[in-house]
């Protein structure tokens, strides 16, 4: 059974980081492009950022130059490096894998297979 299971998420004051990661067990994603997603209240699911299996990267506007996105292929892992947070990033944050090997990047959400159950980042002002 495939598992996406995020952590790092939390409280921090605007101006801070955090670092989410998303571990991936059951199957192997090294050659798979994964994606980070979030959703604030009362808004729609929203692309962030996704790697491809080459390691090209992806990121929605609001998010270039303060987040990083990475991954550990040995660890089976993709992590996403938030910096410089604003109240506006303030969602529930969740990790998505697709499912076929060497795909390219999308930022659609059909276009995931694999979705974690997300991580609460909270920023206050």
């Known amino acids: 059974q495939v598992q996406l299971v995020e952590s790092g998420g939390g409280l921090v004051q605007a101006g801070g980081s955090l670092r989410l990661s998303c571990a991936a067990s059951?199957?192997?994603?090294?050659?798979?492009?994964m994606g980070w997603f979030r959703q604030a209240p009362g808004k729609e699911r929203e692309f962030v950022s996704a790697i491809s299996w080459s390691g090209s990267t992806a990121y929605t506007n609001s998010v270039k130059g303060r987040f990083t996105i990475s991954r550990d292929n040995a660890k089976n892992t993709v992590y996403l490096q938030m910096n410089s947070l604003k109240p506006e990033d303030t969602a529930v944050y969740y990790c998505a894998a697709n499912g076929a090997r060497r795909s390219p990047i999308r930022v659609g959400m059909s276009f995931y297979d694999y979705w974690g159950q997300g991580t609460q980042v909270t920023v206050s002002s």
């Open positions: 059951g199957r192997t994603f090294s050659n798979n492009a």
